[in-house]
Antibody, heavy 119, light 109 residues
Framework: QVQLQQSGAELVKPGSSVKISCKAS????????MHWIKQQPGNGLEWIGW????????KYNQKFNGKATLTADKSSSTAYMQLSSLTSEDSAVYFC????????????WGQGVMVTVSS | DIVLTQSPALAVSLGQRATISCRAS??????????MHWYQQKPGQQPKLLIY???NLASGIPARFSGSGSGTDFTLTINPVQADDIATYYC????????FGAGTKLELK
């Protein structure tokens, strides 16, 4: 069965960077876009961007240009998101989510990673 | 960006019908495709796909969930509401990029 297993919670200092992971299993990793979505405490969901692991193509929400960098490792079926120059506004839960083939919705989600930015 | 507007909360009684609405700032339909989708999220969990393309039930989702609508106005219906349905419900459009509504929290009356 399809599973997206994300890395553990992170406590990081302002101004630093963090890299979180999303390990996929149960499907052909290189055939599906992987998206990343942000959820701040008590808030809704905000789309960050996607990566197509098959060729590394990416697309970002303009708001996250320069903040988020998406990569993927085909050998380990793992997608990564690096967040840089962290501020308190980056404290949130970050989800990876698979977009279905030839579809426009997210059919499987990771369990989420809580990132807390605090000195 | 296409803005999706949802009511913040809805109170219902168990066994009754719940109707959750989502209005888009512009049409999210292309030809016969209505690019609106619905998710359920419980506290501490990831969102779960319920309905895709406005009216299609996702795999494993009970038939008491249904969706309808086109253009700018969409509805998620739960009938009858069960205790396990208490959660927050989000609409999401994929007509232009990807945006989500702010969510409707379904509460017990």
């Amino acid at each position: 069965q399809v599973q997206l297993q994300q890395s553990g919670a992170e406590l990081v200092k302002p101004g630093s960077s963090v890299k979180i992971s999303c390990k996929a299993s149960g499907y052909t990793f290189t055939s599906y876009d992987m998206h990343w979505i942000k959820q701040q405490p008590g808030n809704g969901l905000e789309w960050i961007g996607w990566i197509y692991p098959g060729n590394g193509n990416t697309k970002y929400n303009q708001k996250f240009n320069g903040k988020a960098t998406l990569t993927a490792d085909k050998s380990s079926s793992t997608a990564y998101m690096q967040l840089s120059s962290l501020t308190s506004e980056d404290s949130a839960v970050y989800f990876c989510a698979r977009k279905g083939l030839r579809s426009y919705y997210f059919d499987y989600w990771g369990q989420g990673v809580m990132v807390t930015v605090s000195s | 960006d296409i803005v999706l507007t949802q009511s913040p909360a809805l109170a219902v009684s168990l066994g009754q019908r719940a109707t959750i609405s989502c209005r888009a700032s512009q049409s999210v339909s292309i030809s016969r495709y209505n690019l609106m989708h619905w998710y359920q999220q419980k506290p501490g969990q990831q969102p779960k796909l319920l309905i895709y393309r406005a009216s299609n039930l996702a795999s494993g989702i009970p038939a008491r969930f249904s969706g309808s609508g086109s253009g700018t106005d969409f509805t998620l219906t739960i009938n009858p509401v069960q205790a396990d349905d208490i959660a927050t419900y989000y609409c999401q459009q994929s007509r232009e990029s990807y945006t989500f509504g702010a969510g409707t929290k379904l509460e017990l009356k």
